[in-house]
């Protein structure tokens, strides 16, 4: 039985989380031959002042500040 813990910043959407999950437990019925019912995902969703990406910060790094915002607007 495939548990697969997945780690996304806040603001995904439910149907977002939806497919992303359709398309993970295809993929390990595809790849690891286990039984769709058996695939069970956990989804965490992270705040960006609570990760860091190369030492920085993801709410305080401006590469990122697109995507953080986006997240926020529910975009």
Do not use: H, W, Y
Not at 8 to 28: H, N, T
Not at 36 to 46: A, P, Y
């Amino acid at each position: 039985m495939p548990n697969i813990t997945v780690e996304l910043l806040k603001g995904r959407s439910l149907e977002q989380r939806r497919a992303f999950a359709q398309a993970v437990a295809d993929s390990a019925v595809e790849l690891l031959g286990a039984r769709r019912q058996d695939v069970r995902m956990v989804f965490t969703e992270i705040t960006p002042d609570i990760v860091a990406n190369g030492g920085v910060l993801a709410s305080e790094d401006q590469s990122r500040a697109a995507v953080v915002a986006g997240l926020a607007d529910g975009a």
